[in-house]
């Protein structure tokens, strides 16, 4: 994994995260896939516009258990610039993107531009709105992998994240979720308290430097 960015704290607890609007190009090398991603900072993207050390993290982590993607179906949560779903996409995972309205032009763009010359090996992924604890149940429930990267951060969403997690894990998908660990955003509280509420949970992997945590998980059956 290549790829150059970083930050300490990314999701401030005020208001006004980017003030101005620009846009910035960067090529990174995930699972063997050279992706130039684009990031438009400001214009009300929010969090949605940048790529988050967490998901570079979970790419390279992927990279090295070599999970097989080709074949799978896999839905990105939260998926911002799209980074993690179309590098699955281009090894041949059957591929959905999801995150809030707002963040779908960026994300379709990105999806355009890494086509590969021959063509996606599976289908073309999808882009699709999704709004956690909303409108998940208009989504299927047979998926191999859901993949999260960075989307724990907002303490108010921690229950209708669990509640579209299990939806989406109900037909027995597995979920990484990779995560930098902020305490003044309750993102502990989410793995010790809210995730395992529903579902089995084991840390995977963690980076002491970066503060990132990753974290496997599985929906409980009931006894």
């Not at 709105?129 to 992998?145: Q, T, Y």
Request: glycine share 8%; net charge negative; charged share 20%.
């Amino acid at each position: 994994m290549t790829g150059s960015g970083g930050e300490d704290d990314p999701f401030p607890l005020d208001d006004g995260l980017f003030d101005d609007t620009f846009s910035q190009d960067t090529v990174y090398t995930v699972m063997g896939e050279r992706l130039r991603i684009s990031q438009l900072f400001g214009g009300n993207l929010g969090v949605a516009a940048p790529v988050w050390e967490a998901a570079l993290h979970l790419s390279l982590y992927l990279e090295e258990l070599r999970v097989e993607l080709r074949g799978r179906r896999v839905l990105e949560l939260g998926a911002g610039t799209g980074l993690l779903g179309i590098m699955a996409a281009r090894l041949g995972a059957e591929v959905t993107l999801t995150d809030l309205p707002l963040a779908l032009p960026q994300l379709q763009a990105n999806v355009s531009t890494n086509m590969p010359s021959s063509g996606w090996p599976s289908v073309p992924p999808s882009v699709l709105p999704l709004s956690w604890g909303e409108d998940h149940m208009k989504f299927s429930s047979d998926w191999d992998l859901v993949l999260c990267a960075d989307i724990i951060y907002l303490p108010e969403t921690y229950s209708q994240i669990v509640e579209t997690l299990a939806h989406l894990c109900s037909g027995g998908a597995l979920v990484y979720l990779s995560s930098r660990m902020r305490k003044e955003h309750s993102t502990p509280r989410f793995y010790e308290e809210d995730l395992p509420s529903r579902f089995h949970v084991e840390l995977v992997h963690r980076d002491d430097i970066e503060n990132i945590n990753i974290y496997k998980a599985y929906l409980r059956t009931s006894s």
